[in-house]
């Protein structure tokens, strides 16, 4: 047996499995079934003390690219699976294969259209979508097989978000052109069309939405994100609020500016923001500052809202005003970890901790309405982990944070 292996730390050694064996003949106790989508690849998934990998066969030199590409979109914070190594020179066959490790708490796009597990799974699936696209091109990434089957979807906080898993066929760029963007927009439409399509066949009937509608709309989406990152605004002289009300904009969407361009002119200001300075993740880095906790976009505003709540409490009972540093300190260990720890992970599905607290406090939102008054954070617990243990656990990995499946 022969094989060469380039691997990263901090991960399993791999070298129980039978590489030097082509991957469609593998008969090993670490395999198992996940669901995936469409791919022209064959893929594996092994188990190694309850932790997912990807493995991937495919051309040595596309498995070499994709590797190291995949480490350049996790050094610079965009949404990706972790690339783990690439295993080359496999005694009976020259096809090589690269490891991946497999997305915590993340769905294929089929079981999130197949299972009502959000109030409108279509809809966040193409914002999630979308976004995803405008991330990957505001870096110069273009994809170039962007579509359902090479994107996994995690919940955050009552949406979701998108991770690309797919990279052979990407570059690079210092900047992409407008012709690049739109062509690699172009090729996530026609590829959604198809998977929609797909899905229709499979499930043996006709979607509520066109197909094609669908594709159009995330266009839409895009452009329309695209556009309120980046496009020029002119204000007057005596407009100078708009410039702190354009970056509260983008903060609100998510995104910090690094830099900002303005030229003075006969019409006023010229503000301009260039797509190379403009970088997602505005509350995901504010929560990560202030609790060291990694979540997601929307998660982390939803936690940030409820230190901002518990401060208020705070506040009520008299205590003296701490700076937001020592609030948000507080707030992880008298609130979230000991909420955390109160439900057994055995119950916790497909949520990450961050997910978990924001469907907490929905559902004690939900029991308070019922009952015309605040239950409290205890009775919420009790009574959350009471329902997530009363469901059966493939419908407990899925539900919503109302119960509705």
């Known amino acids: 047996m022969s094989f060469r292996l380039v691997a990263r730390t901090g991960h399993p050694d791999f070298l129980d499995l039978p590489w030097e064996e082509p991957l469609d003949e593998w008969v090993s106790s670490r395999q198992v079934e996940v669901a995936r989508g469409i791919g ?35 050094d610079v914070g965009l949404p990706a699976v972790e690339s783990v190594g690439v295993v080359t020179d496999r005694e009976s066959t020259e096809e090589a294969v ?22 409108a799974p279509l809809s966040s699936l193409l914002d999630a979508y979308a976004e995803l696209l405008v991330r990957l091109h505001l870096t110069g990434f273009f994809w170039g097989d962007c579509s359902l089957s090479n994107t996994l979807f995690r919940r955050d906080a009552g949406a979701l978000s998108a991770y690309l898993v797919d990279a052979e066929t990407a570059e690079w760029h210092e900047q992409l052109t407008d012709g690049q963007r739109l062509h690699d927009l172009e090729i996530a439409q026609e590829n959604l069309v198809g998977e929609l399509y797909d899905l229709e066949q499979e499930l043996g009937r006709v979607g509520d939405s066109d197909p094609f509608e669908v594709a159009d709309e995330v266009g839409l989406r895009y452009r329309g994100l695209w556009t309120e990152l980046t496009a020029e605004e002119v204000f007057a002289p005596d407009e100078q609020f708009r410039l702190s009300e354009r970056l509260h904009r983008l903060n609100e969407l998510g995104f910090d500016v690094d830099e900002i361009e303005l ?29 060291g906790l990694v979540a997601q976009e929307n998660q982390a505003r939803r936690l940030l809202n409820d230190i901002t709540a518990y401060r208020a409490q705070l506040e009520r009972k008299g205590r003296q005003p701490v700076s937001e540093a020592a609030l948000a300190g507080r707030w992880l260990t008298e609130v979230f970890e000991p909420t955390i720890a109160a439900i057994p992970q055995e119950l ?4 990450e901790a961050a997910e978990l607290y924001h469907e907490l406090l929905e559902h004690r939102w939900y029991l308070s309405e019922r009952k015309g008054r605040d239950v409290g954070l ?28």
């Open 40 to 74: 022209r690849h064959v893929v594996r998934f092994v188990d190694y003390d309850g932790v997912l990998y990807a493995l991937k066969e495919l051309p040595p030199r596309l498995a070499q690219r994709e590797y190291r590409l995949l480490r350049q979109l996790a």
């Open 98 to 119: 690269l490891i991946t490790r497999y997305l915590d708490f993340s769905l294929p796009y089929r079981l999130v259209l197949q299972r009502r597990i959000l109030p």
């Open 263 to 291: 030229q003075r002119t006969e019409e006023g200001y010229r503000l301009q923001l260039h797509s190379q300075v403009v970088e997602p993740g505005h509350h995901r880095g504010l929560l990560r500052r202030l609790t």
């Open 348 to 351: 916790w599905g497909k949520r």
């Open 378 to 405: 205890k009775q919420a617990v009790r009574s959350y982990a009471a329902e997530l243990r009363a469901l059966p656990d493939e419908k407990r990995a899925l539900v919503g944070s109302d119960g509705s499946p």
